[in-house]
């Protein structure tokens, strides 16, 4: 079970290394939180409150106001599989979020990343 493991993981314990990974190459929280804001609905103050109250992974998504209609538009391997192939539609969602920041990482454009 260890899809179980990171879904009980808090997604606060984990939100800080998404920013270390970006900022390590010279984006910033704030790219990270507009593709955050983008995949999942949530505004500012609301990913905010997911972090204060340490929600875990299977909370943040659950509670997630709307995962945007173009997520079927990431594609590609992440962590050795491809995104569009995994099945279990929360550690998608996951992956989804863990592609976008890859991304990021790697100076995609923001146009590109939001699939615009």
Known sequence: MKNERVYKMSFASVYPHYIAKAEKKGRTKEELDTIIHWLTGYDQ???QKQIDTKVSFETF???????????SKI??????????EIEEPLMKKIRYLDKL??????????EKILRI
């Open 75 to 84: 594609t590609g391997l992440i962590c050795g599989h491809r995104v569009e």
């Open 45 to 47: 103050k609301a990913l």
């Open 101 to 110: 920041v890859d991304e990021l990482a790697k100076g995609k454009a923001m």
């Open 61 to 71: 998504f659950d509670k997630a106001p709307q995962l945007n209609p173009n997520v």
